[in-house]
């Protein structure tokens, strides 16, 4: 029990109790405090995890020298002040998405941790389902060869949000995965958006964004409010393999498809018939078993590793800046009646 | 037998036993020729269909004033000069898509029929697939009500053509049936197009087009040789309803969706709360039955038609023209790298 | 407040908590106490459901003359005394399934029930879902004609259970779910069963279950715990439509197909052609949108209403009673090697 | 050229057709002669082969010493007699399904084959489809270890037909498949049949068969003339893995399962707590790519090749003849109203 880490989770609304569960139920992590404003709020929450100290006063968390590291799950205008404040207090922080409100915000805390030499975390959930572990994984081990395309579509009935439009609604979550399965995560040479408003309601409800990827492969994200049907499925193409992400198919999420062309490049001579050297591969397929495990238990302990092991967390700041900088291009696109945005892609640490 | 209308089948290569097997069986036609350089050639083709004439020389079936109309399916450079010496005889053509090898080409033939009076009719076949037809039949008829979006992706392991990318081979299946179903045609604002080469083919193997319509809606298309997984999938969304066809599916292609997303415009008073007045819609689902018959047979019923009726066929010239205006103002779009081109759409007569 | 039923919660282990939370969120109950041996176990669930009285002696609950009804979640050897004596001490009885550890035992339940004029019901969960809710609505009012088969599927990898096979195991749902929507509920003139230990277990793994009906029609279910895929799929054929229920399929659980196989009946002359009369219907298919609603609110919904009403509830005494008929039937076919075994269906009252 | 086999299609009705193009294609085969009572319709056969000799008398095919062989597809009735003089005139026979109208016609043929060293084949032709094939082999080679348990659904809107039950039109396919890829072909230690004929068509038209295997496993086969969602689906469960073919899934007709229910057995000491020996294994799907080839090209390949390297056929009359035994096994079951009929099943020489 000594050896744990101890931790406060600041904010009692949504997603604070899921993250309170999970640092409770995590052998690497002592639940040290809930803090909201609203006691009544907080208390609820500690009750519901089988007890915890229940604090009103952020401070009373980042005075605490016993307190290592604090999540931050309270609205995003507040995720730069508070989140500011923690690593000032030394104290590792793990944030709920979005990373901040502005990537210029984003930025600050990036550079704060960075010079303090703590943790900044952001908690991109998705990052952290077994699919997206191992898609992550058969990108990084070479199954898949490099990427040449990614398509992500992720489409349903949704409610019209009042103070977002589609692409910042749904598609943090394929940009965060796209981030996280890239070997040199998400770097865009641009990024061009193409919106919708057919009902009138004064935002994008569907939505297409195209990122040219630095190799000449391309990523696609497709989002929509308003699909009769739900999707959410990822298409990873490679060099050696493609994959398939079906999300709504719990008895096979993910399939590795040993099919692709080939470009046979010819080394000895020139050639007039580039096309003769184009070829099918027809292998078979494979479906790997996914482990069972919640998703943010998984992100709790990648916090506990990347603070003990000093190093930076899987999905770090830096991730959670470079999602923040293709929306905001995304946002620019969009400006210019869809015109190319040059994105001003952040380079990791 | 006397009332038949006579054809000539122009070019005995890989389509023309489609079209001259169809007229054959037809009750509207008689299959007066098949015309073909190769005799031989001709011949296997009209013991196919169960004897037929066969001349070498086109003049042949221009000058016999018994042809009322030619089919004309040869390679599509071909296309220009053949319609305008079959026009200028008097005859009626329908042509195998695409209509011509640029539009401007397209356009001499529309205005020289439009100046004759005569038919001429592009054979976009799968606009006569029972499921595109009765897509048509349910926006005309105003059961999914105006058109907000289009997506339509067809996508597939496919072979890298030598002389044309991914849009020019796939793209004008969508494009044909957008075209027809839409009440005004195909008439995009402008259209972008991005494609990835990420194979080095030397041309995109991966393509999205972006065409934005009239009424704040928005038609996207997806096609894509790279895929490992097949999809001819569009989903057509409307005010009242929404429409998914999934040609891949036998059992179920097409499906009515009586759900979406309703924007509850505000007449009588100013509100803020902009967001309160969106609300769902979660009806029925209803898939309707539908008639098993070959598209071809449906289309030279609609050019024998055209021709009686001394009406436009469905998939008049102006059909064929759009769509090469689109593929056109795509390549520039891909050109300027991915900027945004205006389309210099055609007005149907 | 003052017009609600009172019930008591007896048994606070499984299923206690879910019919305590929903007694409690009920507009027709009272939630007038939690009974278990186990103090500590009882207050848990009241503290769960935000407090109730709690119990440790069933008399104190069955004497107490404001309370109304019982709902009895003990294990199902217990069910029989238990069930007797709240029925003698008057009042209305809700038991989960199955309703008794015999038929011997659960027709004295019944008896008893019918008797004194009470309320015994059993609770049937799945009958109270969306979809089978809306199959009993569609085989009522006709929509699909008389039924003529039923086949039910329900495979999976399950865990070979220590004290049943996979017939008591998985069939009970299947088997309460035909009672609940046939009309005279489920009453097979005879009943086969035919089961496989390919591995050793002990008991029937995959099983199999025939059930003429009396119309000359086949009720068939298949139950297996070896199957590397989950299917739960009832298909129910009538004479003018037929109905598919893909529980797995929430975007399209119910479909309802205008198809099927005519036989049209010679009514004034003789003819030896007799298969000349068998034709198709192929026409649209319609899926239904279901409501949204927790089962077991609905189930305590109905236990209510049968009480105020003076009416049998529609999962009663007698429809668990043929349940139990019908497994026992198939045990001693299958101890028979599979010979056909002669049910004792119940008649309901 | 000279090495070929020379081979005589007897009938040119449905069948012969096919089996004269497949011959005409095949390296191994050359086609000597089309053979029908109808001369225009043997003639019609050979022109749409690119000619063969054709015969009107098949005594002038079997007193040719140049024919090694002859393939019969003529009504169902007519096989013994044909059969049983091609094999006396010396010929190598392959019989389109089923061998004979009666098993008893089957055997003599069987014998008559045996006794004069000739091959006698069955031309069960799914059995050569690559999926099957692939079944076959990996049963084989042990992949799915000892086979537990098959459950075949091939179910449908079907014409009634006028001279068979549901039994006798569809269940061939799934007997001779079943047949195929046991390693000791269909041995059923019993037969059981359940029909219903809820429609009044004077047979089955809903109809399962029960068929316990010899280690206690257990083959059913689901037949549906009524059934308006098409299925044709096989479950091969295997000790060591499950293989699922979807027959109408053409991107992954076979999958095989990696997970299953393992029995542990005890072997040092008696244990009362048996099901704690029972566990899962949940391990990769893998979907083997399939050869696409024509299933007849392949069934004249090893008919060639039987006979040049004096072996059985891999579907020789012994499969025929078993199918046949289970088919009247199955309607003598049927007929005693569902009661169990022991299977006769020849044992394969």
Chains 1, 2, 3, 4 share one sequence.
Not at 54 to 69: E, F, H, P, Q
Not at 170 to 183: E, G, N, Q, Y
Not at 318 to 333: F, H
Request: with cysteine; proline share 5%; charged share 25%.
């Amino acid at each position: 029990m000594n050896n744990r880490l101890r931790v406060a989770v600041i904010g009692a609304g949504y997603w604070g109790p899921n993250l309170a569960r999970n640092f409770r139920s995590s052998r690497d992590w002592e639940l040290a405090a809930i803090v909201d404003l609203d006691r009544a709020r907080a208390e609820k929450v500690a009750d519901s995890v089988g007890g915890a100290s229940v604090l009103t006063d952020i401070d009373d968390a980042l005075n605490d020298a016993g307190i290592d590291a604090v999540a931050i799950a309270t609205p995003a205008r507040t995720h730069h002040p508070l989140v500011m404040r923690a690593l000032r207090a030394g104290k590792h922080v793990v944030v709920e998405k979005p990373l901040a409100d502005s990537s210029e915000h984003a930025r600050e805390m990036v550079d704060e941790a960075q010079r303090r030499g703590l943790v900044l975390m952001t908690d991109h959930t998705y990052c952290y389902t077994p699919a997206v572990q191992k898609i992550r994984e058969l990108v990084a081990d070479g199954s898949l060869g490099d990427i040449l395309f990614i398509d992500s579509t992720r489409i349903n009935l949704g409610l019209v949000q009042p103070d977002v439009d589609v692409f910042w609604d749904l598609a943090p979550h394929d940009l965060s995965i796209i981030d996280f399965v890239l070997p040199g995560g998400l770097a865009p040479r641009s990024v061009a958006a193409y919106g919708a408003d057919p009902i009138g309601a004064g935002k994008s409800c569907v939505g297409y964004l195209m990122m040219p990827l630095a190799n000449g492969g391309m990523a696609h994200v497709h989002v929509n409010w308003m699909s009769p049907t739900k999707i959410r499925q990822m298409v990873v193409g490679g060099t050696r393999r493609t994959l398939v992400w079906d999300d709504l198919n719990p008895q096979q999420r993910v399939s590795v498809y040993d099919r692709g062309v080939d470009l046979l490049r010819q080394t000895g001579f020139a050639t007039d018939r580039r096309e003769a050297t184009v070829s099918y591969r027809l292998g078979d397929t494979w479906s790997p078993a996914l482990a069972e495990r919640e998703p943010l238990g998984a992100m709790v302990e990648e916090f506990a590793g990347a603070i003990t092991e000093r190093r930076a967390a899987r999905t770090d700041g830096y991730a959670g800046l470079r999602v923040l900088d293709v929306l905001e291009s995304a946002s620019r696109s969009l400006a210019e009646t869809g015109a190319f945005a040059a994105a001003r892609i952040p380079v990791t640490a």
